[in-house]
Each structure stands twice: as structure tokens, then as C-alpha cells.
């Protein structure tokens, strides 16, 4: 997990991490903020068995994700951001489907809380030249 300066959002996505119903679980940040909060530093104490934190002095997500995976200790890895919220299931749904055949990647979607007023984009759309997004990916509002 790739973070630089999530502070609380961080230490909340670490929460719904740790509490993964799969084991064996590594949980790899790869931190680029200037110094860890106190916070961080004591969840990653009390949990060191679960939590490898790499503090790193370069910049960019797509380092810090080849870092990430080349430093993991294990052969599948899950890509998250540094301020999700997900349920206890995700590590194990992530794995139930990459052993469905032919099936080499896994991605997820994207619930939010917000309402249908405040979001009009049509989703889905991509630039294939640029490899981003132009318009909101598909997600599902909760309420």
C-alpha cells in the first residue's frame, strides 16, 4: 500500500486490513511521507507480525507499487489505497476468484456514500491512449 501523508485515513485502512478474515496476511506499506504519525508507529508495533512498513525517500505510486510487490513476501498481492474501507472478506474474495480458471487479475469496485444528485458523469468512460479515466468508474452508492 502505497502512502505519503494519509494520516488517520491510513490508520483506518490498516484497521479493516488487520481484521481479514485470511491468513497468512502481509500487509506491506510503502511509505513516502516525510515522517509517521504516532499513530501508525504504534499499530505497526503492536502488529509486526502482520504489518511491514518500509519508509522509502522517492516519490511516485507506480514506484512504490513495483517496491511494494518486489519487497512482498508472498505470491499474491492486493493493490489497496491508502484511505479504503472494506469488510473482513476482501483478501478472501480476491483470492476465491483468481482460482477461477483462466483468471490471471482481480479488480474491485467502488462503493461511496454519496447521493445520485451529486454525481450526473456517465461512468466508465476511458482514454485508451492516456490509460486514465475521463469520466467516474463504476460504483454503487450505500446509503
Not at 78 to 93: A, K
Request: net charge negative.
Amino acid at each position: 500500500m502505497p502512502t505519503l501523508n494519509r494520516g488517520q485515513y491510513l490508520v483506518d485502512t490498516l484497521h479493516d486490513l488487520l481484521a481479514q478474515e485470511h491468513r497468512p496476511l502481509e500487509i506491506l506499506i510503502v511509505d513516502q511521507s516525510p515522517e509517521a504519525t504516532v499513530a501508525l508507529q504504534e499499530l505497526v508495533l503492536r502488529h509486526r507480525d502482520l504489518i511491514s512498513h518500509h519508509r522509502v525517500q522517492f516519490r511516485g505510486l507506480p514506484l512504490a507499487r513495483n517496491y511494494g510487490w518486489q519487497n512482498a513476501t508472498y505470491d499474491v498481492i492486493v493493490f489497496v489505497d491508502d484511505d479504503i474501507r472494506c469488510g473482513p472478506s476482501l483478501v478472501c474474495e480476491h483470492l476465491r476468484a483468481l482460482t477461477q480458471p483462466n483468471i490471471g487479475m482481480v479488480a474491485g469496485g467502488i462503493d461511496e456514500r454519496i447521493s445520485s444528485k451529486e454525481h450526473t458523469a456517465i461512468p466508465g468512460q476511458f482514454n485508451f491512449w492516456t490509460a486514465t479515466p475521463v469520466r467516474s468508474l463504476p460504483r454503487r452508492e450505500t446509503a
